[in-house]
């Protein structure tokens, strides 16, 4: 009898390990906005230490991290990811991006995204990256994607823009950033926005919250609405270890 339930238990054990990995994964698409070497100023910051701590945890435990077109493949059933894939991306081009994140990233041979605000190009603020830093960034960091947040759609509401400003904006990013990847400005995008993008031949669009979309990527995700995970603020290592691995 006890041997039995020994067999049984076994045989859900290995059919549950069989099931895992036949399975595609879930993708860990990972939010980072600004860096800063010592003291935190808001909750879109991380300390310089804390990131390399994270970089290190996925160099050492072996984690893939993917380029865009990966993510594009994958969607399309045309590729397949290990298990423990991660997509590292970049929000809105801040300098820190550059001075902090990019060695980092390179020291531990990780891949990563930058999404970039456009209008930034012209280096009138100088908080962000300007045309010579990305030029910086694509000779010293080709570990580092440089794709599109907008050109000049950066505010909690230029979502609702008309398809025709939307996709005047567009054009404006081609000509900085060939890339046809797009993450829309504060993660809000409607049906207007995403049929602009696709019409101009983009590829995929990620999006960033509310809470509930702070979800893994999966298979069967919208190109054009895929989600993404806040990592942007300053946590303790076992809650970043914890949320890479468990969250759904
Ligand atoms: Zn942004």
């Not at 009898?1 to 990972?30: E, H, N």
Request: some cysteine; aromatic content about 14%.
């Amino acid at each position: 009898m006890k041997r039995r339930w020994i067999i049984l238990l076994l045989f859900v054990f290995f059919f549950g390990i069989g099931v895992y990995y036949i399975l595609p994964p879930k993708i860990a698409v990972l939010t980072y906005h600004d860096f800063v070497e010592d003291t935190i100023e808001n909750n879109m910051q991380i300390r310089e230490e804390t990131f390399r701590r994270q970089m290190s945890f996925l160099k050492k435990h072996h984690y893939r991290t993917l380029k865009l077109k990966d993510i594009d493949c994958f969607l399309k059933h045309k590729c397949r990811l290990p298990k423990k894939s991660v997509l590292i991306t970049m929000d809105d081009g801040w300098k820190r991006e550059l001075t902090i994140a990019a060695p980092i990233l390179k020291e531990y041979d990780l891949d990563a995204v930058i999404f970039y605000v456009g209008k930034n190009e012209d280096g009138e603020n100088e908080n962000f990256l300007n045309k010579e830093d990305l030029e910086t960034l694509q000779e010293d960091y080709p570990n580092i994607e440089i794709a599109s947040h907008s050109y000049n759609l950066h505010y909690p509401e230029a979502y609702l823009s008309s398809k025709n400003d939307i996709t005047k904006d567009i054009h404006h990013m081609k000509k900085i950033i060939k890339k046809p990847y797009y993450a829309y400005p504060y993660g809000k995008s409607t049906k207007e926005y995403r049929s602009a993008l696709k019409k101009e031949g983009y590829k995929l669009g990620f999006t960033f919250g509310p809470d509930k979309e702070h979800r893994k990527l999966t298979i069967d995700d919208n190109p054009f609405l895929l989600p993404r995970l806040n990592f942007s603020t300053d946590v303790p290592m076992w809650k970043f270890i914890l949320r890479l691995i468990w969250l759904s």
